[in-house]
């Protein structure tokens, strides 16, 4: 499933092509949502944005599109009339002079009007964004010690939306190994020093993995790996997926285990 900075990734592609633009064409697979899409004819796009792994597009006339893309879901931005070769079902098309961006495969879309976000079930769940600009470590940290999350454990809560919007599996594993903390810990099992170590690095790690498009490992050793002409698989993660191979930091070989129902990945030297 795509994690938050992939659908950020996704909604600043989407945003290139159609903030500011007029649609000339729409099309919407899903029968609710066919009554709306004479009505965006014209409709200027104001914004492109996400909160978590929901990506919003916003209208001139006040409606917002809302997409989660779950597990196949995607976003495709392709020049007018170039649609991809695709066995994909197309539920989503919005198309400018220029472009169109087209949704795939996903189900759970909705028109909205902007009021009715803060409704939205899924919306009004979701904890801050880890990918916000107003976002800090700190807040990260006050949050790890709140009481309604410092008696969980960690690997949970990494998966918790309500917790922090945007992190999924691979940041999970990636933030715990960066942070050197194990995945059963809870936070008020941990010093003070550990539980801002670990919101430092849960907010380095999600806007690394924005910036870079999903590389998490450490910038050295992905220079290093990169230089030694190993391909993106072997130096993107530094462990998740890794299982087996040794530790980039001290040798041990990296586990792979489950927690909440999802695989993690650890170094258990690097991690106690
Ligand atoms: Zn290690």
């Excluded at 409606?63 to 009339?81: D, E, I």
């Excluded at 936070?187 to 910036?211: C, D, F, G, H, W």
């Excluded at 299982?243 to 990945?265: F, I, P």
Aim: with cysteine.
């Amino acid at each position: 499933m795509p994690e938050g900075p992939e659908v950020r990734r996704e909604a600043d592609a989407i945003g290139r092509v159609l903030t500011d633009k007029k649609l000339t064409e729409t099309f919407f697979e899903p029968v609710h949502l066919k009554h709306f899409a004479h009505r965006l004819v014209g409709q200027q796009v104001v914004e492109v944005t996400t909160r978590g792994k929901a990506l919003l597009i916003s209208f001139q006339n006040g409606r917002v599109l809302y997409s989660h893309n779950q597990l196949y879901g995607r976003w495709v931005v392709v020049p007018k009339g170039k649609a991809p070769d695709t066995n994909r079902i197309l539920r989503v098309a919005l198309t400018t002079d220029t472009h169109s961006a087209l949704l795939y495969s996903a189900t759970d879309i909705a028109f909205m009007a902007e009021k009715d976000i803060k409704t939205h079930p899924y919306l009004r769940k979701l904890g801050p964004d880890v990918l916000s600009q107003t976002l800090s470590w700190r807040q990260i940290a006050e949050r790890l010690c709140d009481k309604r999350f410092s008696g969980r454990s960690i690997s949970g809560l990494y998966l918790d939306q309500s917790f922090l919007a945007g992190l999924g599996n691979y940041l999970r594993s990636e933030i715990l190994f960066a942070a050197g903390v194990s995945p059963a810990a809870k936070p008020q099992e941990l010093e003070s020093a550990k539980i801002n170590e670990l919101a430092r690095r849960t907010l380095m790690l999600s806007v690394r993995a924005y910036k870079s498009g999903g590389v998490t490992n450490h910038p050295d050793t992905v220079r290093a790996l990169r230089k030694a002409g190993y391909p993106r698989s072997k130096y993107r993660f530094a462990v998740f997926g890794r299982d087996k191979s040794d530790c980039y930091r001290c040798g041990e070989k990296v586990r792979r285990v489950t927690a909440n129902g999802r695989r993690l990945y650890l170094c258990p030297s690097c991690q106690r």
